[in-house]
């Protein structure tokens, strides 16, 4: 098999890459079928000195299994996209950790609630005052991260290639996701959506850390609490 995708160090990761690489290889087949057929035509029913032009009608038997073949393909891929679409989408687990993004023109803004585990309230990270946190998400390994994604100007996509989470993030609204990575690590966090001027420099990261790197990151960012929710 190809594998030239990122790394995947997601929990999900290997439902969303099944998929694109079922998808990629029934195209791929597909492409070569149409390509030889196309070429034996032309090499077939090249002009010939002498040779007439004749009308054929054509095959019911074929024309029914072009359509009806494909037409299957796609009713099982679509079952089998659900199954992977519910779980990622439609089913969020409770968060161990929870965060709100907000992506603006041209940075991603990163809130933590404090150990009350509400948003809106003083123990927030950032605290009042603090300087805000940009395009860094700190998170342990092998917890579940719930994120709380907000649009404040125009279309962003929240982008995590490792993680095989892609999510628009849209103004007015608040869409939640979710991620559970499964090695330490700093990984990437583009925009995938075109922004605006400055979209190619929206890139952020996301830093996985071991239970004790994570634990001394919270008690370093709320010196008088043990524990972030």
């Given at each position: 098999?190809?594998?030239?995708?990122?790394?995947?160090?997601?929990?999900y990761g290997k439902e969303v890459d099944s998929l694109f690489?079922?998808?990629?290889?029934?195209?791929?087949?597909?492409?070569?079928?149409?390509?030889?057929?196309?070429?034996?035509?032309?090499?077939?029913?090249?002009?010939?000195?002498?040779?007439?032009?004749?009308?054929?009608?054509?095959?019911?038997?074929?024309?029914?299994?072009?359509?009806?073949?494909?037409?299957?393909?796609?009713?099982?891929?679509?079952?089998?996209?659900?199954?992977?679409?519910?779980?990622?989408?439609?089913?969020?687990?409770?968060?161990?950790?929870?965060?709100?993004?907000?992506?603006?023109?041209?940075?991603?803004?990163?809130?933590?609630?404090?150990?009350?585990?509400?948003?809106?309230?003083?123990?927030?990270?950032?605290?009042?005052?603090?300087?805000?946190?940009?395009?860094?998400?700190?998170?342990?390994?092998?917890?579940?991260?719930?994120?709380?994604?907000?649009?404040?100007?125009?279309?962003?996509?929240?982008?995590?290639?490792?993680?095989?989470?892609?999510?628009?993030?849209?103004?007015?609204?608040?869409?939640?996701?979710?991620?559970?990575?499964?090695?330490?690590?700093?990984?990437?966090?583009?925009?995938?959506?075109?922004?605006?001027?400055?979209?190619?420099?929206?890139?952020?990261?996301?830093?996985?850390?071991?239970?004790?790197?994570?634990?001394?990151?919270?008690?370093?960012?709320?010196?008088?609490?043990?524990?972030?929710?």
């Amino acid at each position: 098999m190809l594998n030239w995708l990122p790394e995947d160090v997601s929990t999900y990761g290997k439902e969303v890459d099944s998929l694109f690489y079922l998808i990629y290889y029934i195209t791929g087949v597909v492409f070569l079928l149409v390509t030889v057929a196309m070429i034996v035509f032309l090499i077939k029913y090249r002009y010939q000195e002498g040779r007439r032009a004749i009308y054929t009608h054509g095959s019911t038997t074929l024309e029914i299994i072009w359509t009806v073949v494909p037409a299957i393909i796609l009713i099982l891929l679509a079952f089998k996209s659900q199954a992977a679409w519910s779980h990622i989408k439609m089913n969020t687990p409770p968060g161990d950790v929870q965060i709100r993004v907000l992506a603006k023109q041209f940075n991603w803004d990163i809130t933590y609630p404090g150990p009350d585990g509400k948003f809106g309230t003083e123990d927030d990270l950032p605290r009042p005052g603090d300087p805000v946190i940009l395009d860094e998400i700190h998170v342990p390994v092998n917890k579940v991260v719930r994120v709380e994604l907000v649009g404040k100007d125009v279309i962003h996509s929240f982008f995590l290639p490792h993680l095989r989470l892609k999510q628009d993030v849209l103004p007015g609204r608040t869409i939640l996701a979710w991620f559970q990575a499964t090695k330490p690590g700093r990984y990437p966090l583009p925009c995938a959506e075109l922004c605006g001027i400055g979209h190619s420099g929206m890139l952020g990261s996301l830093i996985v850390h071991m239970p004790e790197e994570y634990a001394a990151w919270v008690k370093e960012k709320w010196p008088t609490n043990e524990k972030a929710q």
